[in-house]
């Protein structure tokens, strides 16, 4: 492995080694403590623009399984068809990889997919760091530059129409960087889902409900899939938006939302449902906040953070409408939370 560099906006340098793809990369440098599921992490559309640093330090040691894909042509095992990291920061890098279903080591997937990756780093500085002074724009190789475009959904979205499965019951998905375990969490409940661009008018498709879904940056910018959802919220369709898809739900609901100093990213973020006791731990990857306290009269908080209070989702109070900050489909993380998809689809 070749020597490699680790430089932050603040002038931060930390050296290690080069375990991916041997060239520069810049982006926004956020933090995850999720032990396991690093495929998954991955080729999470939400990691759009950014530099992931994992704190758990071991990672590699499982390998990477091949690409398969259920009966409906819905990855598993992956979030998605690509990489959507710019580069990956780890402590120990274990190229000797052991599970039945690896084909291959990360460093090589990583190679292959054009991805920079640094290892012998003091991950725990870097998360201590981050979560002091909120996240900070990095480099692997190259000048720490934050270089995003204001509206990473529309990167990440299909660019057309896609039709799974066959049902009596039809969702429209708005796709702003969708898990594919969203999808098959749909789709294993005998729904039909159409699967549309970010920017996609749902109020002219025919379909019994509405979902949301997660993605990258700043919800603010996704101003066709706010308005097209508040025109929704006029009727009386079931809409349930996870991760970007709460924001936008909640912009669209009239409530405002703000940048979180570090964010959420993790396997263990412990919830509460609001006006009752039930907590459940959940899977979080997140950079934005909704602000409840602008919510209209009309709504109220659904799940609260037990950790700093933020909200976790918005529910309307008569209408079949609500949402998760957090990841019901839960891949990877626990899966405490998917009973939501059996309540969004008992309500079409």
Known sequence: ??????????????????????????????????MVGYPESLTDPSYEGQILCVSYPIVGNYGIPAMTR????????????????????????SGKFSHYDAVKSLGHWLRDEHI???????????????RDNGTLAAAINGNPISNNPANLAAIVSCKDSILYGKGTKRVVLVDCGVKHQILHCLLERGIEVLRVPWDTDVNAIDADG??????PGDPSACTPAIESIK??????????????????????AGA??????????????PVRMCGTQRCF?????????????????????????????TSE????????????????????????????????????
């Open 256 to 269: 405002s939302t703000y940048k979180m100093k570090y964010g959420h990213r993790s396997h263990n973020q």
């Open 116 to 130: 920079p990756a640094i290892c012998g780093v003091d991950t725990r500085h870097l998360t201590q760091l981050l």
């Open 70 to 93: 259920d009966e409906w042509g819905v990855c598993l095992g992956f979030e998605s068809e690509k990489i959507h990291v710019r580069g990956l920061v780890i402590s120990d890098y």
């Open 1 to 34: 492995m070749n020597k490699a560099s680790l430089i932050l906006e603040n002038g931060l340098r930390m050296e290690g080694l080069s375990f991916g793809y041997d060239g520069p990369c810049s982006g926004e440098l956020v933090f995850s403590t999720a």
């Open 231 to 252: 025109k929704a919220m006029e009727g009386t369709r079931p809409i349930f938006g996870i991760c970007l898809g709460n924001q936008i739900m909640s912009i669209a």
């Open 313 to 348: 989702g918005i529910r309307h109070k008569s209408k079949p409408f609500f949402s998760a900050q957090f990841h019901p489909e839960a891949s990877s993380g626990p899966t405490d939370t998917e009973f939501l998809f059996d309540e969004f689809i008992s309500a079409l």
């Open 210 to 215: 509405i979902m949301i879904s997660n993605g």
């Open 281 to 309: 731990i959940t899977s979080q990857n997140h950079g934005y906040a909704v602000d409840t306290k602008t919510l209209g009269a009309d709504w109220e908080p659904y799940f609260v953070n037990l950790n700093d209070g």
